[in-house]
């Protein structure tokens, strides 16, 4: 079997348009706020949950990879966006593909991300489950919570992300 | 007018439960997901947005406060939750009072919060606009979007709160 490594790429919001939405505040508008004293970066994401369910806040606590790093698997939520947001601004890596039938590896894009930059999924994105590369720090997870089956996944095999400067 | 100074008490989930939800990890029960690689902190607050709205998720920046501080009003969002999690674990003071009529100074609560964890007020919670203790950091607010008059205020005076040790 082979070994093909994903290349990682600059992290632009046109870049992941496809896949979702990024939460940050460099160079975005905003409006104030409380008297003028706060400025609010306002709907950076929606979170889609349908109509029988609700959003929900959770914590990840992920072990850390090193990297080169055999990828396991894609998965996507059908039924809801799925957001990660850093809490200590540690680095990840996004793995993600549009949605669609199960992605093959020429559409696996992968970013990384070492400026405290959040995520949010749109629902069905394929993505990678958290790749973490430091052992500090949380994740805030917004996602949905109700009934239906959200969750589908999808097993890869002999892709790689590269060494990488963190 | 005489000024009145509110105490800043410790913050435990039992003293912060009439008004919300605490969002960190800290003794927190947990499952692994991704075949054991990861830690999740499920549910630690649900978003409320009612059967007519949904969630968004925000940055806020606020301009940051120095101690002593005069306070300005309480606010509550009778139709939906309002979350703030700060993203540099920034220090932060909030004074909540349970939801119900308008706050006497009696109803008020303040607690300051050094750790990184985030609150969720739940909805009808009065509660001060963000108070940051420190010019860096974000912090990602989740929140109710849709119809309806969602903002109710309150004026305060003479209420003031204390040096405390950052």
């Known amino acids: 079997m082979t070994t093909q490594e994903l290349t990682l790429e600059p992290l632009t919001a046109e870049a992941f348009t496809p896949f979702g939405d990024l939460i940050h505040s460099h160079e975005r508008d905003y409006f104030l706020i409380n008297d003028g004293q706060c400025r609010r970066y306002h709907r950076l994401a929606k979170v889609e949950t349908g109509t029988d369910g609700g959003a929900i806040l959770s914590l990840f606590r992920p072990r850390p990879i090193s990297l080169p790093h055999t990828l396991v698997l894609m998965e996507r939520h059908p039924l809801g966006s799925q957001a990660f947001v850093p809490l200590a601004g540690q680095p990840y890596i996004v793995v993600v593909a549009p949605p669609g039938p199960p992605p093959a590896v020429a559409d696996l894009h992968a970013f ?3 400026d405290g930059t959040g995520v949010n999924y749109h629902a069905g994105t394929w993505h990678h489950p958290l790749l973490a590369l430091s052992p ?17 996944e999808h097993l890869l095999e002999g892709i790689r992300l590269p060494v990488a400067p963190v």
């Open 112 to 114: 990384l991300i070492t």
């Open 136 to 152: 500090g720090g949380d994740f805030l997870v917004v996602d949905r919570e109700g009934p239906g089956h959200n969750c589908e």
